[in-house]
């Protein structure tokens, strides 16, 4: 697999995760919350993660993007620092599926950057799936909020 393009987006950005993350990356797996949100059990050393974060983004099976602040100025992005990684990885060509892995640092959680609603509410009981952002009701779907 080949490095992934960068998106942009209104309230934040993903760029491929580059050795220069190594830091922030660290940082992460010190933050019992959030090992325990990403279900992250085993333990590593600073010397795997500095080698993760320069080799991740080209490897098969997988993609992995920084998620940085999606602020502007002038035409470039105001902050490129890691704020949290959200990674696509057991890809499956034959189901069509993959895992979704999204973890923000503890500053940027319940801030408004990943818990943003991504659908509208038609006032039905319509939620949006947090994982897939695919309308469905109430009654079908635990991992869903109301966007009303």
Do not use: K
Request: charged fraction near 25%; charge should be positive; aromatic fraction near 4%.
């Amino acid at each position: 697999m080949t490095r992934s393009s960068v998106l942009h987006g209104e309230m934040v950005r993903l760029r491929p995760i580059e050795a220069r993350d190594a830091q922030r990356l660290w940082e992460s797996l010190q933050d019992p919350e959030g090992m325990r949100q990403t279900g992250t059990t085993t333990s590593f050393t600073r010397a795997q993660v500095d080698e993760w974060a320069a080799t991740v983004s080209d490897r098969p099976g997988r993609y992995d993007w920084a998620i940085t602040p999606g602020a502007v100025r002038g035409g470039q992005p105001v902050s490129d620092e890691l704020i949290g990684e959200i990674v696509l990885n057991d890809l499956d060509d034959v189901a069509r599926s993959a895992n979704l892995r999204l973890q923000m640092l503890p500053d940027y959680r319940a801030a408004g950057t990943a818990a943003r609603p991504s659908g509208r509410c038609c006032g039905s009981r319509s939620r949006v799936c947090a994982s897939t952002a695919s309308s469905s009701t109430a009654r079908g779907c635990t991992g869903c909020r109301c966007t009303c």
